[in-house]
């Protein structure tokens, strides 16, 4: 990585053969004789001490580097002076920062660099951040969502948290159960701009380290006096070498190409945690280290560092949260917590038979524990909506609403005990029909049951609160297809919505006691979603989250 830097940096000069990239050409074994008879020889034009290579018009020349990456570009730039001009050539370091810079039609200028070869050596080898725009940290229970992006008006990469505000909201009731309360939804999601997580890049008053894999990159990473930053990159851990003990990012239920450690006694000081060269570089994964330091004008060099941590960040694959004709509804998504605020999910649309990744903790079978217990308890009729209630810690973050607060919406009301709720899995077995079974009945549940989508989707928290943290699930609808489906909704508000059975996470604080209770997934569109928690009385909602236009504020 050293010589590569250097390379692209220094001015011409020879080196031995061995540090340019390229296919290793065998040694002439033609003799002295045979080499002077081919000089001699009237049909040949060539100079005698001019290449091949060299003797070419300089269009074609340009063509053949055009298929070069920079390392070779930069090798060869150390070859002679006529192919140093050649390779400097700025029209062939262009593609290499467009390529790089999604939706890149519009930069048209290096500016404020004079090249784009500068460019690109500036955020030489941070480009991955751009490409892969989503990124979320193991920050403890809360977590972190950022964007990244170049801003072409600086020349940089940088990146800044994703944020939801609740926005107005109001409370209803159900019309077709008016002891449920209904929380409205309109999030408005935006980017924290005045405070930057990444600003690396051209012109930000950094200087880099001569070996940027090894090292530690200084960033100006806001105003805030006394808080500094680095970045680092990773090396990812085999999978040969994974195993359930290890603590890694992202964790085994977000489908990832690298994972890597994110606990190490020595806060990832050591330079076993980042890659020597380039082909042993994660393009998926990255730490930051963040410290506030105090310092004073006559002791500058005695400063004081404290609060140091250390946060991995990892990407998501790009066909994991990219809807698809088949997979329309998985994405982005920002819920409603109540108390919490707004959280962001990632929503995964898998087929029915797909086995489901194990979450960090004991599972059973292909199931997280704590929903094949809840599953297992319904279906024996064993399932408590009581336990809920009387765990004050699993509902302290429900907003208990006053009374003048609530609108009450017209529509009869189909209320049930909740005891019929703990155990109509039983009394269905039993051949009793529970109110929800009813209208599987109806001829528009049938023909959604035979038209409708199928799988199961899976709602897993990228940011995540003192109960349920980053990283796990939050409800899970093993079904929605006819299997699964509960009825079709009739009520103006989800008229026309599927409802199909589903299962939320709950935990008291500092994720204990976790387990899974009975719920129902209202599937409004697939940009809205909503989620009636059954023992808790309320009904919140999920809002996709439109990436691109996040990033084009």
Known sequence: MESIIALLKSPSTSLPSSTISGPIVKESTATPEAIESV???????????????????????????AFLPPASLASLSRTCGLLR???????????????????????????????????????????????????????????????????????CIEAFRLLAEHGAHTYETWAHNREVIIHTFNPRVRLWLDDPVIKLGFNTGIHYNDNRLQKEVAMQTGTTHGICSMISLCRPIPKALQTTAMALWPPANIPAKDRVRNESATKFRTEEHRPQTLDLMSDRTFRIRKWLEFSNLIQPLNAVRMAEEVMTF??????????????????????????????????????????????????TGSLPQGMAMAMADADMGLQDPDRVRRSAEAIESQILVPSDHIVETGGPSTRQPMEDFGNGFDK???????????????????????????????????????????????????????????????EQMFDGARTVRSWGHIAGRGYRDDRFISSQLIMISHDSLAQYWEDFGHISFYKRVNIDDCLTE
């Open 428 to 490: 269905e077995a039993q051949g009793t029909t529970t109110t929800q079974d009813d209208s599987l009945a109806h001829p528009d549940a049938q023909a959604s049951a035979a038209e409708g989508p199928s799988g199961r989707l899976e709602a897993i928290k990228l940011t995540g609160d003192i109960n349920v943290p980053r990283g796990e699930y939050t409800w899970i609808a093993e079904d929605i297809g006819p299997n699964g489906l509960i009825r079709v909704a009739k």
């Open 39 to 65: 000089h001699l020889d009237p049909r040949n034009t060539m100079s005698p001490r001019t290449s091949n290579l060299e003797a070419l018009p300089a269009e074609i020349i340009s063509h053949i580097l």
């Open 314 to 363: 990892s990407t998501l694959l790009e066909e994991s949260y990219m809807p698809t004709k088949e997979k329309p509804w998985q994405g982005i998504w920002v819920g409603d917590y109540s108390g919490h605020g707004c959280e962001f999910l990632l929503v995964l649309q898998r087929d029915v038979e797909s086995p489901m990744a194990l979450s960090r903790t004991p599972s």
């Open 85 to 155: 001009s050649h390779a400097l050539n700025d029209l062939l370091w262009m593609p290499f920062v467009r390529n790089n810079v999604p939706g890149s039609g519009a930069l048209e200028s290096p500016s404020p660099a004079k090249s784009w070869r500068e460019v690109y050596i500036a955020n030489h080898p941070y480009w991955f951040l751009v490409q892969n725009k989503i990124w979320f940290a193991d920050v403890p229970n809360n977590g972190l969502l950022i964007l990244a992006r170049y801003n072409s008006q600086n020349g």
